[in-house]
């Protein structure tokens, strides 16, 4: 049975997109390497340019572990926001905590242009903070929020690391304004 119409899965590993697309009409993609957009393709996705995914709208964005892992996260957040359908849409966001946000250009690793203005040391400070400061601001409401293991890949130091991730299920607020000036939500 299909639940929704539309749902967009940002820089998509691929295992977790396919176990959800019999849920959805239509299931877009996004990655930045184009390998691996190759092969979300062969599995039957609609890739879609990083710069042009935020031209639609959806009724369902997974955005996991993406965050602490772009350059402009609060964009990619407005982003979400904008894109979400005006009623019932909802995101899923994935984040480690505590956050240290990097970018891994090649084999270097940057700091964000624009970090999440995150504050606190301990995952439920950090977490708080997120809401708080960050995601009722720009008119999201908190569904559900949970902690997770995240098995990450390692390197030379360790074959593996488990880190920390906060799940959250995120709604548009009523009445709240996108930066592109359109009404977002149920009144």
């Not at 929704?4 to 993609?29: E, H, P």
């Not at 390998?35 to 639609?56: C, D, H, I, P, Y």
């Not at 949970?146 to 009523?174: E, F, W």
């Amino acid at each position: 049975k299909q639940w929704y119409q539309r749902r967009v899965a940002i820089t998509a590993g691929g295992n977790v997109t396919k176990k959800f697309s019999s849920l959805f009409k239509d299931v877009f993609v996004t990655e930045t390497s184009p390998t691996m957009r190759q092969r979300l393709q062969s599995k039957g996705f609609t890739a879609l340019e990083v710069e042009n995914w935020s031209s639609r709208t959806y009724d369902v964005i997974s955005c996991l572990n993406v965050l602490d892992r772009c350059h402009e996260p609060m964009k990619l957040l407005e982003d979400i926001r904008d894109c979400l359908t005006p009623t019932g849409g909802s995101a899923l966001v994935a984040l480690v905590l505590p956050y240290h946000g990097s970018v891994e250009e090649g084999q270097v690793w940057q700091r964000q242009r624009q970090p999440l203005p995150i504050k606190g040391a301990t995952f439920e400070e950090q977490l708080s903070s997120l809401v708080v400061d960050i995601l009722e601001p720009m008119g999201f409401e908190l569904n559900l929020a949970t902690k997770v293991p995240y098995l990450c890949s390692g390197d030379l130091q360790a074959r593996y690391y488990s880190l920390s991730d906060c799940l959250l299920s995120l709604n548009v607020g009523p009445s709240t304004t996108s930066s592109k000036g359109n009404s977002i939500g149920s009144d």
